[in-house]
């Protein structure tokens, strides 16, 4: 019996190698590696649950989905959505303003070519900073709110 014993920490043990997981790797309660936890890799960083919790201040906002990621819409009608790779959110913007807005934050804002007939603008989520995001997103609500909806927010102010 000692020996299945020693032949299943072996097995674990072989399991861990090879695998990119370091010995510093934090562990589950059954001593598996596991990767950090979004969170915790960008500690401190802006998070689309952030972009979600800003938006949800403004009238009418809605959370949905968009190309089978989350999305953020007011009325029905698209403004926010997060890109596949998580990390990235498309949030609408004047076309006209949108090259002046990348050339001020080009770290932190882009475009890909498929967006350069649409009025969005990418956001590295983890580049920018809170106000910078609610900037946006309410500038983005603001273009997409119906004018009775948009009217309520400025008049609360």
């Known amino acids: 019996m000692a020996a299945k014993a020693k032949t299943t920490k072996t097995t674990k043990a072989r399991r861990g190698a090879g695998r990119g997981r370091s010995e510093d790797a934090e562990t589950s309660k059954r001593g598996r590696a596991r990767a950090p936890a979004r969170t915790e890799r960008r500690a401190g960083s802006v998070t689309f649950a952030t972009a979600r919790a800003i938006a949800r201040a403004f009238p009418g906002v809605e959370e949905s989905t968009s190309y089978g990621t989350p999305a953020l819409k007011v009325r029905g009608k698209l403004f926010a959505r997060l890109k596949e790779d998580g990390e990235t ?17 080009p770290d932190a804002l882009f475009v890909t070519d498929h967006y350069l007939a649409y009025p969005y603008v990418l956001v590295r989520l983890g580049a920018v ?3 910078e995001l609610a900037a946006l997103l309410e500038e983005a609500w603001r273009m997409t709110a119906p004018p009775r909806i948009a009217g309520a927010r400025v008049a609360r102010r």
């Open 129 to 131: 900073t809170r106000s």
């Open 89 to 105: 959110l498309a949030v609408k913007v004047a076309l006209e303003a949108r090259a002046a807005l990348i050339e001020a934050r």
